[in-house]
DNA sequence: CATGAATGAGGCTTCATTCAT
DNA sequence: TATGAATGAAGCCTCATTCAT
C-alpha cells in the first residue's frame, strides 16, 4: 500500500510557502523552481497538486483571504459587535499581517490586467464589507450606534481606510508603526458617534 | 547633418504608450515587442531612449506623478486652499484618471519585491502628503481650519481615504461612481471642522 | 498464500488497451498515465507487467500482429488455397480492422528512426509474404495457378497492394468503403490467370 | 539599415533541414533544440520564422509535397502521357526519394490522431490520384489506352500500388532495388493494356 | 538614428520512472 | 502484487537584449 498523503494539507502547505515568497519577490516574479526550492521539494510539485501554475496563485489568494477572514472571525465570536477589534485583525498592525498585506497589494498588480483575479478581489471587498455592516448593525443592535445609520456607506468608508492604511503601511512599515493606524483608525471611527 | 530628434519629446511619448498599455495588461506583462508594436517603433526603441527596460518603467512611472501633480498644481494655483479640488484631482472621478490608478495599482505590485520602486512609492506618497498639508496650512492661514490641527495627521488621513477610495474604485468602477466617492470624500471632510 | 495472477493475460489485457487508445491518438502521444486510466490500473502498471514502455510498444505491436495472423490461419486451415479470402482477412474493411491499420499506421511512424522497430516492421512484411506465397503455391497445387509462375514476385504485388489499400482507406475511410477495396483487389488479382 | 532577410527562402532552408532530420529520427522525435543545431541557428530561430513548431511542421509536409510534384511536373512538361516517368518520379527509386519517403511515412503516423495532419494527407493523396488521372487521359488522347478505361479506377490502383511499395521500400531498402521496384511497376502496368 | 535578425536565459509543463508503503 | 507520491530530465516557448547594417 502507499504512503498516503493529505492532499489539501499538502495544497495549504505549498500555497503557504507560495505566500511567504509572493511577499518576498512579487506574484509575478514568483517561479516554480523557486517555490519548489522554498518549499524543498521538485519542480513537479506544483503540477502535483495544482493544474497550473495560476491554479496555485489563485488558490494562494483565496487561502490568504480566508485566513484573514478567519481572524476576523475569531475577534467577533465572543464579541459580534467589536468593530475596532475586527478591523485591528486586518490592519498591517503586526509582521505576520505586514506581509499578508504584501501579497494582496502583489496580487492587486496581477489583478491589473487579468479580469479573473480581478473578480476575486472585487469578491473579496465586498465580502470584507458585508462582514463590516454586519459588525455595525450588531453595534446599532446594542445601542452603540445610531439605528437610523447609513450602515453600508459607513462600512465603505472602514473599508476604505483599512484598504488606504494598508497600502502606506505596506510599503512604509517604519512610517506606519501600529500606534499611528489605531490613531487614525480613532480619527475615523469617532465622528461615528459610537457610544461604549 | 543628422536629423534631429527631440529625445525627451520621444521619451514621454513612448511612457505615454507604456502607461496606456499598463493599465490594459499591467507592468509586468508588458513586453517590449508590444510596446514597440504599439508605439509604431521597432522593438529596438527601448535601447534606443532608454538604458534598460526597467529604466523607462521607472520614467513611466515618474512622468505619470508628474502628470497627476501637474493636475493638483493646476487646481491649487488659482486657489491655494481648494482641498476638495485637490484631492478630486487626484480621485478615479473620471475615465482618464481611472485609467492612471490601474498603472498606479500595478506599480504597486511591481513594487513589492522591488527595492527601488517600493522606495520611488514612498518618495511619492511622501511628496503628495507634503503637497496636502500644504493646502491644509493655507486653509489655516485662511481660517478654513483651526490653526493648531494636527496638520500631518490629517493629510495622513486624507491620503489614507484617497489611496482607498482608488483601490476599490479601480478594481470596481461600476460600484464606485464619482457620486459616491465624493460623498465619501465629503463625509471624510465635514468632521474635520472645515468652515467656508 | 499471494494472489496469483495471470501474467501474461493481463500482459495481453494491457497491450489491448494500448492498441485502442494508439489507434486514436497515436503510439507517440500515447501516455503511460492515459494507458493506466483507460486500464483502470495504477501508472505502476508499466513497470509491473514490462520492463519498459518500449517493451510495451512492442509486445503490443507484436500481439497486433499476431491477431492479424489468427484471422487468416482461421481463414487458411479449412482452405489453405482462398488467396482473396486470406486477403480479405487483413484488408480494413470493417471497423474493428481498420482500427488495426490505424495502429499499424502509427508504429510505421515511430519506426522511422527507431531501428528495432523498423526491424520488427520488417519482420511482419516479409512474414506476411511468405503465407501469401504459401497460398500462392497451394492454388498452384489445386491448379488455380500456372506452376512456374513467380511467386515470389506475385506475393510482393499482392503485398503491396495491401499495404497501398490499407493507407489510402486508412486515412480517407469514407473514400475506401468495403467494396471498393475488393474491387481494386479482384482487378489486380485478375490478371494472374487464376482459375477457379 | 538592418540586414533584409528572404523571410521564404530561410523558411524553406528551415523546413530543408527539419526534412532532413524526420527521416533520421522521426517527426516526432525531432526537437526544436536539435533542429536548431543541425540547422546551425539558436532554439528561438524556430519562433523567430514559424508561430509554432507544428506550424514548422505542417509547412515542412507541404514544403516536401510540393518538391514531389514539382519532380512529377518536370517529367510531364515535355511528355504530359509519361505515366511510368511519373510514376517514377514519385518511387523511392534513389537515395533522395527514399528519404522522402521517410519523410512521408513518419507524418502517417503523426497523422494518426491529428486530424489537421490526416486531412494534409488526405488532400495529398487525392491531389496526387487527380494528376495520375490526369495523364491517363493524356494516354488515352494519345491512343496509348482505350477511350473508354475507368481512369478513375486505374488512378487508384497505381497510387495504391505506390504507396504499397514505398512502405515496403521505405522499410526495407534493401530489399527493394530500384529494379525490382520498377518490376512490380511494370508487372501492373501490363494488364492495363497499354500501347506504345 | 533606426532597424530587423538573432540569441541565450529562463519559464511552465509533461512525462516515464522510481520508491516507500 | 499494487499503489500514489515524488522526481529529474527534457520539451516548447517567450522575452529582453545585442548586433550588423
Known amino acids: 500500500m502507499p504512503r498516503l498523503v493529505d492532499h489539501d494539507a499538502r495544497r495549504r502547505e505549498v500555497a503557504e510557502v ?3 515568497l509572493i511577499a518576498q519577490v512579487g ?4 517561479t516554480v523552481r523557486e517555490l519548489a526550492k522554498a518549499a524543498g521539494y521538485s519542480t ?3 503540477s502535483h497538486y495544482f493544474a497550473d501554475k495560476r491554479q496555485l496563485l489563485l488558490f494562494t489568494y483565496q487561502a490568504a483571504a480566508q485566513a484573514a477572514q478567519a481572524r476576523v472571525d475569531a475577534v467577533l465570536k465572543p464579541a459580534p459587535d467589536d468593530l475596532i477589534g475586527s478591523i485591528e485583525a486586518l490592519l498591517p498592525l503586526d509582521e505576520e499581517r505586514h506581509r499578508e498585506w504584501q501579497v494582496w497589494l502583489s496580487f492587486w498588480g496581477m489583478a491589473i490586467g487579468d479580469p479573473e483575479f480581478a473578480a476575486e478581489q472585487r469578491r473579496r471587498v465586498l465580502d470584507t464589507r458585508k462582514r463590516i455592516e454586519k459588525v455595525l448593525r450588531a453595534m446599532a443592535a446594542n445601542g452603540k450606534l445610531p439605528a437610523d445609520s447609513d450602515f453600508d456607506l459607513i462600512a465603505r468608508e ?3 481606510m483599512i484598504n488606504g492604511l494598508a497600502v502606506q503601511a505596506g510599503f ?3 512610517d506606519w508603526p501600529a500606534e499611528r493606524q ?3 483608525l480613532r480619527q475615523f471611527v469617532a465622528p461615528m458617534g459610537v457610544k461604549d
Open 18 to 20: 507560495a505566500a511567504r
Open 27 to 30: 506574484v509575478e516574479r514568483v
Open 44 to 46: 513537479a510539485i506544483v
Open 158 to 160: 472602514l473599508l476604505t
Open 172 to 174: 512604509d512599515p517604519a
Open 182 to 184: 489605531r490613531k487614525v
